[in-house]
């Protein structure tokens, strides 16, 4: 019975959504007339399985979806191999139906950039590039064609609030990670990388950076691939490189930036991570939203984790509402329809104190 009821729901919604959004795949996200805003965010998704899972965020009329990475698993060298791959998402009528009724954004990870924990040495990083953003039907005019790697950024006025959207590109710039070897002060595949000079995001990627951060936003929506904000694993995130994670810290406290969240996804697991607060910042959240279609064996240790991890097929929601007091829902669904993790945080929590 539980069953028929949310395959109702489910039809009753996509139909509903279908008929008002008929052309929405290139929605302009300059002004939204409401007092809230719902951001899903996902990673991880093979592109031969299942993908019921989109059809449940559908449930919860997101004005955006975000795709943090691993968004098929390419993993080759042949650039038409890599097309087929995409297609076979393409072909997906749940895939379909997230895309007519939801605006998207995205950005890779290695799996759909082309190559297992690849950096910037992988060699078809321009092929793989166009093909990602031909894909995610960026226009021939777009800014992210104009620069090497696909970061981008946009701004969305939801009434007065403003909400600023970043996606990081942490494959076409950055250098080799470096092995764990058999040293048993790390686990996993990688150690910490103590070299000043070994770059996650690289010269001009950290610029414009710089730049966009230090433009007028209520909020900050910064997606990365990798993992930002938990304790070190061994596995890629930015604990590998961590003088660049404290230079991401230290650039978020030169320009002054508030409001700044980050999101990701790449292990299969999910979990929302917290940086405490320092006398000169705000505490640091991660929202980790993976997979879609994927799961691990185990999950690691993190005490910066808040609440449980969340094991089973999920994706993240971030409900926004700006009426009165502007508070940030941080969620996590699984596949079940069920939320895995909740945890409010309100938007004054995400500012300087001097």
Known sequence: ?????????????CWFW?????????????????????????SCSKQTKN?????????????????????IYGDTRDMSVLKKKYQKLADKPEFQRLRQNTKILATWDDHDYGENDAGKEYPFK?????IF????????????????GIYYSEIIDIESFQLQI???????????LIPR????????????????????????????????????????IIASSNQFAHEYNGWESWTNVPHERQKMLRLI?????????????????????????????????????????????????????LGSVVRKNNFGIIEITTAAKTLLDFKLINKHNEIALHHRVPLNDLKFKN
């Open 181 to 220: 070897n058999d040293s048993s002060a790390f686990k996993n595949d990688y150690r910490p990388n103590p070299s000043p000079d070994s770059s996650f995001l690289g010269a001009a990627q950290w610029k414009w950076l710089e730049t966009k951060l230090k433009l007028k936003a209520d909020l900050r």
């Open 51 to 71: 993908q019921k899972i989109l059809d449940t965020v559908l449930l919860y009329q997101p004005d955006l979806f975000i795709y943090l990475g691993d968004n």
């Open 1 to 13: 019975m539980k069953s028929i009821i949310y395959l109702s729901i489910l039809c009753c919604t």
């Open 133 to 148: 953003l031909d894909f995610w039907n960026e226009s021939k005019d777009s800014e992210r064609r104009q620069h090497p």
């Open 126 to 130: 321009k092929e793989s590039k166009e």
């Open 18 to 42: 279908a008929c008002i959004s008929n052309n929405t795949t290139n929605l302009s996200a300059t002004k939204v007339k409401k007092k809230s805003y719902t951001i899903a965010i996902g």
């Open 166 to 176: 970043i996606l990081l590109d942490t494959r076409s710039f950055r250098d080799g």
């Open 253 to 305: 406290e030169t320009t002054k930036a508030e409001g700044v969240v980050f999101i990701s996804g790449d292990v299969h697991w999910g979990e929302l991570s917290k940086l405490a607060a320092t006398a000169n910042r705000y505490p640091i959240y991660d929202l980790t939203s993976s997979g879609l279609t994927q799961n691990w064996d185990s999950t690691e240790p993190n005490r910066n984790r």
